[in-house]
């Protein structure tokens, strides 16, 4: 399996613009994860789902963000409009319902708002 | 206010050595406590998980303590290598209440370890 699949890896954008992240998870995998990490706040969850479904997005920072699994293998995550202060890597991470096996992270995508 | 403290952004060892790495945490009550590696421009890789009844749990050269008394748990990393420099990331996992599904794994800010030749 080529691992979680995140692009692009960079994305640099001017305020106000919309930006699409995507991310294909581990065949099998029943869970996904979008966290954030910055210098200051580490990494940040912002949402998870269970089976394509949202289960908790209380870390999405404000209505500027969101995200969607429209099926097993495919997410994205849209911030719209985009502004400096979201610059970050943003991760996607895939798991099983077994946690023993931890959360298999993507390579990320760095997004830089100018 | 609910906190997860890393010892130190930093640590610098000898190679050969045996690195301690610190995690403590202040009003969680985790159920799972995990530990990840990041080297630069790459995502964490999962390294080991440890149960709140289990003490300790080794994986080759990497033990894992969990003392829920002491609200910490300690890394080591034996016999260290340079190839082992990379920043170590400590992550809990509180139960939640969703028929033991999982929840939300929330990340300490990681110490960077370095070890010399």
């Known amino acids: 399996d080529a691992g979680v699949i995140q692009s692009p890896r960079h994305e640099v954008t001017e305020m106000g613009q919309e930006v699409t992240l995507r991310c294909k998870p581990i065949?099998?995998?029943?869970?996904l994860f979008w966290y954030r990490q910055t210098m200051m706040r580490g990494l940040e969850l912002l949402i998870y789902?269970?089976?394509?479904?949202?289960?908790?997005d209380s870390g999405m920072p404000e209505d500027r963000f969101s995200a969607k699994m429209p099926n097993a293998s495919f997410s994205t995550l849209k911030i719209q409009p985009s502004e400096p202060r979201d610059s970050a890597v943003y991760f996607c991470?895939?798991?099983?319902?077994?946690?023993?096996?931890?959360?298999?992270f993507g390579s990320g995508t760095r997004l830089t708002v100018v | 206010s609910q906190k997860i403290e890393q010892n130190s952004e930093a640590l610098n060892i000898q190679e050969g050595k045996t690195a301690t790495l610190t995690c403590n945490y202040t009003?969680?009550?985790?159920?799972?406590l995990q530990w990840y590696r990041q080297d630069p421009g790459r995502g964490p890789v999962f390294l080991l998980l440890?149960?709140?009844?289990?003490k300790e749990k080794r994986k080759e050269r990497l033990k894992v303590t969990f003392d829920t008394t002491l609200k910490q748990s300690l890394f080591h990393i034996t016999a260290s290598q340079p190839a082992d420099s990379a920043t170590y990331l400590c992550?809990?996992?509180?139960?939640?209440?969703?028929?033991?599904?999982?929840?939300?794994?929330?990340f300490g800010k990681g110490t960077k370890l370095s070890v010399k030749p």
């Open positions: 992550a809990l996992e509180e139960e939640r209440n969703y028929g033991g599904s999982q929840g939300n794994l929330i």
């Open positions: 440890i149960r709140e009844n289990e």
């Open positions: 991470a895939s798991s099983l319902g077994d946690r023993t096996y931890g959360y298999t």
């Open positions: 789902f269970n089976n394509n479904v949202p289960i908790d």
């Open positions: 009003n969680y009550s985790p159920a799972y």
């Open positions: 065949s099998g995998h029943d869970y």
